[in-house]
């Protein structure tokens, strides 16, 4: 969380555990970011101005979006859109005494250009994570890999703020993912999915892995293979609707980067059958970073690959849904007739 310098939140964040991003430039940026857009959302007259001011300088004609508490990614989307109409935005408030003070010096472009260049590369994983469809958990090592490899990694032209945020991020989700038993369930559900196996497991936890798997299964008598199961009906769903635009899944994140043949991995005593079927999978090629890990394992069903691979429970979606209500039945807008407002929440959702 971004704070002030105030004892009592300063006090509140420490008693909680929250990590507290302590920048001044920060919060005024952001303040006076809320404030313009504010502005803008409800005053008609301001909406028209900005929408001629678009014109003239050739920009996009969209609208300002308003920071939503409880969607993800909504303030990125916002300092995105700011930054988008600067020029836009600028002409309009210069026009206004009561307003002219709202729009933004150099130092704080600076700031609303550090936080959204960290955090825009993280708003599709934002997404993706908080798919209810889909298989998610053995995704967290992958990510994880990703962030600190690539996505967070420092860059060249990075100002010192970015660099900061980055690393808070980078600090807060290795720190939450570190315990020992966390470790071992993302280990175990990476490898029980087929597109990954032990590619993210460390060389040092491969064994144990390799060795747990081997327990559980003995223990279980939950061999790899065993008899498929009927297919659901998602295919058939897909076929119904051929032309549906796809909505990108976790897996379009990771297609360039697994390889697409398989690792060597070490020899395992083959005296008995479970290890050289747990060696026979590790050893086939990973699956296509965007295929069903779950559909792959109806062909040979396993009771492990459903104890691991295991899709969160999520509130998100009617959280998404309250949210629209929430833009939408304002109190300057309580008499709208519910078929202005499906018509209202259609577009929001599209837009």
Known sequence: MT???????????EVNGWMRLQCHRIGRAMGLCKKLVSSFSYSWKKKRELAVAQQQLNLPEHSLKTECPTRWGSRQAMIDRVLEQQKAIAQVLSNDRKTRHLSLMWQDVDVLEAINKSLSRLVEFTDALSGEKYVSVSFLKPTLHLFNNSLLAVQEDDTDLTKSIKKKILDYLNEKYDDAATQELLDMASALDP????????????????????????????PLETAAVPADDTEDAAAAAPNKKKKKGLGSFFKATVDQAAEPQPTLQQDKAIALELQSYLQAGPLDAEEDPLKWWRESLSILARKYLCIPATSSSSERVFSTGGNIVTCLRSSLKPDQRKLLAVDDLIG
């Open 3 to 13: 704070t002030d310098n105030a004892s009592n939140i300063k006090l509140a964040a």
């Open 195 to 222: 597109r990954f196996k032990l590619k993210y497991v460390s060389e040092d936890n491969r064994g144990s892995i390799e060795a747990s798997l081997t327990t559980e299964m003995k223990r279980d008598n939950a």
